[in-house]
């Protein structure tokens, strides 16, 4: 088999996109870059504002791609999150915030990531190899996960607020400063949730996205992240498209999920 250019590569990955995807995604793209010079970020904890918007422009390009190859049910998309984690993680530490958000990436993401690739390529579509069988979760196990969410959202956001950690993001407001503190426990414990679903192949991961995209916005807006909006707003318009495709699947592939459920 003759090995194929760069530029058929590059062909093949362009086609492999539909055009409302590639829409989609230059349009988050696009619209990030203008928020960045209509909102500059400021220095803060003497971190120059133009690397802090640098990483929050990384941050978006990678996410995007990474929630596309999730809606189109590619493995792929594991490799591109681990680049995401890698980005969340520098930048909690040079805002010195979202401790929670930050210890579940480096204890949970990038574990998860990597054995749920494993799991992914273990489990590919019958007729389109491309493609990764996907499945929904069943109704009690949607109840043990919301207890957990609450439960850890109080213990984990109380001991949270009690950290004395100095941070020039929230300007000394405290009041501000805890409520982030409770929204990113509650962040962490859906992302958790997330990763378990993803693992496992649920179609509730698009859920979890939903309410993620919420709680990380008032995040966003709470601490004057307004480029990130644009990231959360692209997470609401796709966590739509890439349900109703995950939907279409699992109805379409019914017969043939009942019996990889005996393998799982």
């Given at each position: 088999?003759?090995?194929?250019?760069?530029?058929?590569?590059?062909?093949?990955?362009?086609?492999?996109?539909?055009t409302y995807e590639k829409t989609w995604f230059f349009s988050i793209l696009i619209?990030?870059?203008?928020?960045?010079?209509?909102?500059?970020?400021?220095?803060?904890?003497?971190?120059?504002?133009?690397?802090?918007?640098?990483l929050y422009l990384a941050d978006i390009f990678l996410n995007i791609l990474c929630e596309l190859l999730i809606s189109k049910?590619?493995?792929?998309?594991?490799?591109?999150?681990?680049?995401?984690?890698?980005?969340?993680?520098?930048?909690?530490?040079?805002?010195?915030?979202?401790?929670?958000?930050?210890?579940?990436?480096?204890?949970?993401?990038?574990?998860?990531?990597?054995?749920?690739?494993?799991?992914?390529?273990?489990?590919?579509?019958?007729?389109?190899?491309?493609?990764?069988?996907?499945?929904?979760?069943?109704?009690?196990?949607?109840?043990?996960?919301?207890?957990?969410?609450?439960?850890?959202?109080?213990?984990?956001?109380?001991?949270?607020?009690?950290?004395?950690?100095?941070?020039?993001?929230?300007?000394?407001?405290?009041?501000?400063?805890?409520?982030?503190?409770?929204?990113?426990?509650?962040?962490?414990?859906?992302?958790?949730?997330?990763?378990?679903?993803?693992?496992?192949?649920?179609?509730?991961?698009?859920?979890?996205?939903?309410?993620?995209?919420?709680?990380?916005?008032?995040?966003?807006?709470?601490?004057?992240?307004?480029?990130?909006?644009?990231?959360?707003?692209?997470?609401?318009?796709?966590?739509?498209?890439?349900?109703?495709?995950?939907?279409?699947?699992?109805?379409?592939?019914?017969?043939?999920?009942?019996?990889?459920?005996?393998?799982?």
């Amino acid at each position: 088999m003759t090995k194929k250019s760069l530029k058929e590569r590059a062909l093949d990955l362009w086609h492999y996109f539909t055009t409302y995807e590639k829409t989609w995604f230059f349009s988050i793209l696009i619209l990030s870059v203008i928020f960045a010079f209509l909102f500059p970020e400021e220095d803060v904890n003497g971190v120059n504002g133009s690397l802090i918007m640098g990483l929050y422009l990384a941050d978006i390009f990678l996410n995007i791609l990474c929630e596309l190859l999730i809606s189109k049910q590619s493995k792929w998309n594991f490799i591109v999150s681990l680049f995401v984690e890698i980005t969340e993680i520098a930048i909690c530490i040079v805002l010195s915030y979202r401790f929670a958000t930050m210890a579940t990436t480096l204890f949970f993401w990038i574990p998860i990531d990597i054995i749920s690739f494993i799991n992914w390529h273990r489990h590919p579509d019958r007729q389109e190899e491309d493609l990764t069988q996907v499945r929904k979760l069943s109704g009690l196990a949607e109840f043990l996960c919301i207890t957990g969410i609450i439960v850890w959202t109080v213990v984990v956001g109380y001991f949270l607020t009690t950290l004395d950690i100095g941070t020039d993001l929230f300007n000394g407001n405290e009041i501000i400063e805890n409520v982030v503190c409770y929204l990113d426990a509650c962040v962490s414990a859906v992302a958790i949730a997330n990763g378990v679903f993803i693992l496992f192949r649920y179609r509730e991961q698009w859920i979890a996205w939903y309410i993620d995209a919420l709680l990380e916005g008032a995040i966003n807006i709470l601490s004057g992240q307004y480029v990130l909006l644009v990231l959360k707003f692209g997470y609401l318009t796709n966590t739509t498209y890439g349900y109703i495709k995950w939907t279409k699947y699992i109805k379409s592939h019914k017969d043939e999920l009942e019996k990889s459920k005996i393998k799982a």
